[in-house]
């Protein structure tokens, strides 16, 4: 029922944004969902299944914005999705799509962590007394019937949450695969050095929030040591 779950999903976090999720009940995610409570667990098997879901869908909404923007010629994107680093105090010889794509990336990155605090937890490992514990996202789940009044539907078993280490190989990988295309084969080890290093430091300035401007030219810094145009072009 992928309506119904996009309807719990939604629910679940409309209720983390005005109450901490200890406090946050089953049977209030399913009325505002409008299902019954046997659904919802039915979907999830838990709580616990309900917040790995709920983490799940809001890191891969971000992530879905990383390769949206970074696929996109840098030109092309609005404002808001865009850095394109216009201050005089850019590195000389950085190839400058590909500087726009990682820095419209990095600003897309701090604007969502600001806006979700799950995506934030997500990206640095730091997760505060209000969301979901990432202990209990890895608990088993509860014997059937326990508690709930429901016979349970186990989920299928799923991945482990991505932490940071992986969103930062996953962020680079698709800053890579929106690049690629312009750069030669003998130097992609350099342009893949040089992404994880502009998604490392867009990390560390969403841990210490820094200010745009200065999160730009930090991004930009990243390329200062690759041709300043591909090979070819």
Known sequence: MPAARDSLLD???AALEVRP????????VAAAAGVSRQTLYNEFGSKQGLARALVRRETEGYLAGVERIL?????????????????????????EEAQARLAAAADWTLRTARANPLV????????NERLPSPADQSLPLPVPGARTGFPMVPPPVEAPLPGPSELVGRFSDR?????????????????????TAAVRLTLSCVVAPADPDEVGRLVRGAFAGLPRQPAGR
């Open 175 to 195: 800053a890579v695969a929106a690049l690629e295309a312009d750069w030669p084969k003998e130097e992609l080890t350099e342009l893949g050095s040089a992404c």
């Open 11 to 13: 629910a679940a976090y």
């Open 21 to 28: 999720w200890a406090g946050v009940r089953m049977v209030d």
């Open 120 to 127: 934030r937890a997500v990206l640095t490992g730091c997760w």
């Open 71 to 95: 696929s996109r010629p840098a030109a092309d994107g609005p404002p808001e999705d865009r850095d394109l680093g216009t201050d005089r105090g850019r590195p000389p010889g950085v190839p």
